[in-house]
C-alpha cells in the first residue's frame, strides 16, 4: 500500500468545493460555513491531521470566498432580519438568532438599528401578527379572552416579546385589532 500525501493545493480546491457547494444551497453566515468545513472535512479525511491546519486552510477559502462576495455577513444579517421580522419575531428573537449564527457585533447593531429606523414600534406590530397566526389575545373569541390571557402572555413572552409590549397588545380591543391587521 503506497501513503499517498494531499498537496496544499489540492486540500484548498477540494475545501473551496465543499464551501461552494454548501453555499450553493444554503444561505449561510461567515461562522456557519466554517463549522461546517471544519466538521466536514474532519469526517472526510479522519483524525491524521492536525485541527490547527484545517483551521488555516479553512480561513484562506473563507477570505476567498468572502473576497469573492459569495459569503456576506452583513448582507445575511440584512436579509435574515427581514424574514424573521415579515414573519412576527421579535427584535429580542431577530438579536440572539444572529449571534447564534456567529455574526459580527457591528453587523448585528446595524440591522438592529435599520429595524428600529424604518419602524420605531416593530414588536408592537410583530406581537399583533403572532397573534393572528397563533390565534390569541385579541384574535381571540371575545368571551375566551380572560380565560387565555397568562397563556397567551407567556407564549408572547416565549417569542422574545417584553412584558410591556405583550401587555398592550393583550390589552386591544377587538376592532382596533382588526383595522391593523388590514393594515399589515
Sequence with gaps: MRNRKKTLKVTVEEMQ???L??????????????????????????????????NNLIDIVLSDLEKNK?????????????????????????????IGKGINDHFI?????????????????SAIKICKKKRIGPARIEDNRPLFYKKD???????????????????????????IINLL
Excluded at 24 to 34: G, R, V
Excluded at 41 to 52: A, C, L, P, Q
Excluded at 109 to 125: A, G, L, P, R, V
Aim: hydrophobic share 35%; net charge positive.
Design 70 to 98: 459569495f459569503i456576506n455577513d452583513k448582507f445575511y444579517s440584512e436579509s435574515k432580519a427581514k424574514s424573521m421580522i415579515q414573519r412576527g419575531s421579535s427584535i429580542n428573537k431577530v438579536r440572539n438568532f444572529l
Design 109 to 125: 447593531k446595524d440591522t438592529m438599528n435599520q429595524i428600529n429606523e424604518s419602524n420605531s414600534d416593530q414588536d408592537f406590530f
Design 153 to 179: 402572555i407567556s407564549l408572547l413572552a416565549r417569542n422574545g416579546f417584553d412584558f410591556e409590549v405583550s401587555k398592550k397588545v393583550m390589552d386591544i380591543v377587538k376592532e382596533d385589532y382588526l383595522k
Design 21 to 54: 457547494a454548501y453555499v450553493e444551497k444554503y444561505a449561510t453566515s461567515k461562522q456557519q460555513l466554517k463549522t461546517y468545513l471544519l466538521k466536514k472535512y474532519m469526517r472526510v479525511t479522519g483524525s491524521d491531521i492536525k485541527k490547527n491546519d484545517v
Design 17 to 19: 468545493n465543499f464551501a
